[in-house]
């Protein structure tokens, strides 16, 4: 079987933006689900669908991300394999049109995450797609402090599984901060004996909890979401709001969030249906 979930950020969803959100995250999964209905590879649909949400302004993520402090685009990106633990991370990289395909490329060196002007430098040697930074801000730009990390975990056919995650980061940040985004072990992890979780919220209490360790530790093949939700329970004490997705090495579905909505689609080979959701609660109606 294939499986895919991804989410566009927990954060705040006005109700002019609900369609937008919806409509980009179904075309994300389309474009992931794409790659595994052709027997594609896990890390090759996660790539694809959040292609998607990082060409989407509707997304804080590559085209639409936060300005920091200065008014530049800073972005960070991860991605993890399950089966070897391979990962590929770039952090406050500038003047790239996918972040999440720099990651992907870093998979095969020894090195974990390369940062800023190195991590530029690498995308140029690897012959991805570079662009002027100012490029990444869109016409309508505008500072709300609402849009969050996007987040996506595979499961193809031979059973490997995915993860990957991708943002802007925060508006009005120090220039040069990283997040929990990039971290493995706080933004995110995959292990193909056990599953795989993506986290999206407050960053800085994300990390400092390890949230997604804390998940891959706690995960329960027939209740998933109660890793998650004992999870989020930690950052909740900190006064912090998050939102995570996992997926278990079986295909089962978790996701939760105490942010006021949290845009989430997924959809499996079990399911000839997509779904798309802007909160939990909207789901268990």
Not at 26 to 46: F, H, P, Q, T, W
Not at 83 to 96: C, L, N, R, W
Not at 110 to 115: N, R, W
Not at 254 to 273: I, P
Request: a negative charge; one cysteine or more.
């Amino acid at each position: 079987m294939w499986a895919i979930i991804l989410h566009g950020g927990a954060k705040d969803i006005e109700a002019e933006e609900a369609d937008a959100n919806r409509e980009g995250c179904l075309i994300a999964l389309a474009a992931g689900r794409a790659v595994l209905e052709r027997g594609g590879s896990a890390v090759d649909a996660v790539e694809a669908a959040v292609r998607q949400l990082e060409a989407d302004p509707t997304f804080n993520a590559g085209y639409g991300s936060a300005l920091n402090a200065d008014g530049e685009v800073e972005m960070c990106s991860a991605i993890m394999e399950g089966a070897e633990f391979k990962i590929g991370g770039v952090t406050v990289i500038m003047g790239v049109r996918h972040p999440i395909s720099v990651a992907k490329a870093m998979l095969e060196e020894d090195t974990i995450m390369l940062a800023g002007d190195g991590a530029r430098r690498f995308a140029a040697q690897m012959g991805l797609e570079l662009c002027d930074p100012a490029e990444l801000v869109p016409p309508e730009q505008k500072a709300t402090g609402t849009h969050d990390t996007v987040g996506c975990i595979a499961l193809d056919e031979t059973g490997l599984i995915a993860v990957g995650t991708s943002t802007g980061g925060l508006d009005g940040a120090r220039p040069g901060r990283v997040g929990d985004s990039p971290q493995a072990g706080c933004g995110f992890y995959a292990d193909n004996a056990v599953g795989a979780v993506a986290f999206s919220g407050d960053g800085e209490e994300i990390a400092r909890k390890m949230l997604a360790a804390r998940v891959m530790h706690a995960l329960d093949p027939d209740d998933p979401e109660r890793a998650i939700g004992e999870a989020i329970g930690h950052v909740a004490e900190l006064e912090a709001e998050a939102g995570g997705i996992v997926l278990t090495a079986d295909g089962r579905f978790g996701w939760l969030h105490n942010s006021r909505e949290f845009a989430v689609a997924y959809q499996s080979s079990a399911h000839a249906e997509p779904r798309v959701y802007l909160s939990k609660q909207e789901e268990r109606r």
